[in-house]
Nanobody, 115 residues
Framework: QVQLVESGGGSVQAGGSLTLSCTVS????????MRWYRQAPGKQRDLVAT???????KYEGPAEGRFTISRDDAKNTLYLQMNSLKPEDTAVYYCYAYDAVQTYWGQGTQVTVSS
């Protein structure tokens, strides 16, 4: 059974940094696409960044220039390095994976940015 477990969330002040991790078990990390989403209170879940198996990367507007998505296949782990954090980045961050058969979600990790 595939499981995605996020970690690395926490509380930081504006301008700070955090690195989120998503560790995968039960799979050979052979996903076509992996993504980070986030959901702020009372809002819909939004896409943050995407990385494909071939290494292609795409960032959505708020993440561009501040966030870096990466993957370490040897560690079965997806990362999201977040710099210059803003209060509007406060949300629960979710890891997502797709292997051409089905999609998988982690349970989320809370990121809180104070001004």
């Amino acid at each position: 059974q595939v499981q995605l477990v996020e970690s690395g969330g926490g509380s930081v002040q504006a301008g700070g940094s955090l690195t989120l991790s998503c560790t995968v078990s039960g799979n050979t990390f052979n996903f076509n696409v992996m993504r980070w989403y986030r959901q702020a209170p009372g809002k819909q879940r939004d896409l943050v960044a995407t990385i494909s198996r071939g290494g292609g990367i795409k960032y959505e507007g708020p993440a561009e220039g501040r966030f870096t998505i990466s993957r370490d296949d040897a560690k079965n782990t997806l990362y999201l390095q977040m710099n210059s954090l803003k209060p509007e980045d406060t949300a629960v961050y979710y890891c997502y994976a797709y292997d051409a058969v089905q999609t998988y979600w982690g349970q989320g990790t809370q990121v809180t940015v104070s001004s």
